[in-house]
């Protein structure tokens, strides 16, 4: 079946530490997204990538980084310059170009220890 | 400005009811319009989305979009409480590139349906 598999599904984080989330799509989209969701707070655009090797900042990249190295592939990491990590991290995808509707993955939840 | 504006709820209905979801948004350049189900604990899942202004139907679902108002609904009739998750609208402007930048959601509605 043809999706956007994520993992994990929950991850812990020390201080301190870098983590990094998987996203993974078989849909042969040439468009990926990192999401942020918080309660009450919607979801909040991370960083994009609309070509392998490219990628720009979105609402909220301080403390994350990504790269795009394949086209299937688009991991995120989450820095320890981000101070309040913990949060729902959504990855999608969607045709060429990027404005068609956007398919998500389960998502990780990640949290402090 | 990006900015879309969504009741969170919770809208409690009893089931077979019509529900009406609705958002308002500010910035004139949105084009494209989609509506997400959201169950506790998974990812967003693509409901109905238009481009531009009018109505789409499919099924139980009905999306609708005033561009003149800056207002777009979701309609779902006879609900069921399977239909019970949360409602996310979304949309998105073309950048200078051609391409588009993300999606702006709302930050959702919580809809509940009672047996």
């Known amino acids: 079946d043809g999706g956007i598999t994520q993992s994990p599904k929950y991850l812990f984080r020390k201080e301190g530490q870098n983590v990094t989330l998987s996203c993974e799509q078989n849909l042969n989209h040439d468009a990926m997204y990192w999401y942020r969701q918080d309660p009450g707070q919607g979801l909040r655009l991370i960083y994009y990538s609309q070509i392998v090797n490219d990628f720009q900042k979105g609402d909220i990249a301080e403390g994350y980084s990504v790269s795009r190295e394949k086209k299937e592939s688009f991991p995120l990491t989450v820095t320890s310059a981000q101070k309040n990590p913990t949060a729902f991290y959504l990855c999608?995808?969607?045709?060429?170009?990027?404005?068609?509707?956007?398919?998500f993955g389960d998502g990780t939840r990640l949290s402090i220890l | 400005q990006k900015e879309v504006e969504q009741d969170p709820g919770p809208l409690s209905v009893p089931e077979g009811a019509i529900v009406s979801l609705n958002c308002t948004y500010s910035n004139s350049a949105f084009q494209y319009f989609m509506w997400y189900r959201q169950y506790s604990r998974k990812g967003p899942e693509l409901l109905m989305y238009t481009y531009s202004s009018g109505n789409k139907e499919d099924g139980r679902f009905t999306a609708q979009v005033d561009k003149s108002s800056k207002y777009i609904s979701l309609f779902i009739r006879d609900s069921q409480p399977s239909d019970s998750a949360t409602y996310l609208c979304a949309m998105s402007a073309p950048n200078s590139g051609g391409g588009a930048d993300g999606l702006t959601f709302g930050k959702g509605t919580h809809l509940i349906i009672q047996p």
């Open positions: 999608a995808s969607s045709q060429a170009p990027a404005d068609w509707p956007q398919h």
